[in-house]
């Protein structure tokens, strides 16, 4: 048995146990450490198209939304992550497997994610498409909640009151 350096004990002390909840997924400390840096690397050493991506996804500058490049999920590190619409968009190279990326994505899917792929090749050749296929996936994540609060907590007044057809005057918040 290996015994951990301090700061490993630190991440394994305040890592929830491995029952799936929080940012566990059944991972160890150790192997959340790992993916973590490992996506660290990936966000230093881009390849070409997830660079002009980033350019165009960086700083809300697609309608407001925020973006996370390689970001760890589970087992997994995601390309690109809009955690507001749970959505994943990921660039493909070459070397990318079918049969793997569809049981990732179900994987993430299973998690509440929804993932939209592009090519390197559509990257760098056709950017406002891609841009425009971006925009639809959020516009699609965007509607409004199935099932939203009768107060219309995390809404703004006005969102909440056309969604429920109610007045909150006199209300908290």
């Known amino acids: 048995m290996t015994s951990l350096s301090p700061t490993d004990q630190a991440k394994r ?3 929830p146990p491995l029952q799936g909840r929080g940012r566990g997924w059944g991972l160890s400390a150790l192997d959340i450490a790992e ?3 490992r996506a660290r690397q990936m966000r230093n050493n881009p390849t ?3 660079k002009r991506l980033w350019r165009q996804l960086s ?6 939304h925020k973006f996370r490049r390689q970001q760890v999920i589970g087992w997994f590190i995601a390309d690109f ?7 994943i968009v990921e660039v493909d190279g070459d070397t990318h497997e079918e049969t793997a990326d569809r049981a990732r994505d179900k994987a993430l899917a299973e998690q509440g994610y929804r993932t939209v792929r592009v090519s390197n090749h559509e990257v760098m050749t056709n950017m406002d498409g891609v841009l425009a296929f971006i925009s639809e996936a959020l516009r699609q994540a965007d509607g409004p909640h199935p099932n939203p609060s009768p107060e219309g907590e ?3 007044r006005v969102e909440a009151q056309k969604l429920l057809g109610i007045s909150l005057e006199g209300s908290v918040g």
């Open 48 to 50: 070409e198209p997830e």
């Open 35 to 37: 993916l973590q840096s």
């Open 154 to 156: 995390g809404l703004k």
């Open 81 to 87: 992550v809009c955690a507001s619409a749970n959505l």
């Open 59 to 64: 700083n809300g500058q697609l309608y407001g």
């Open 13 to 15: 002390l305040s890592t």
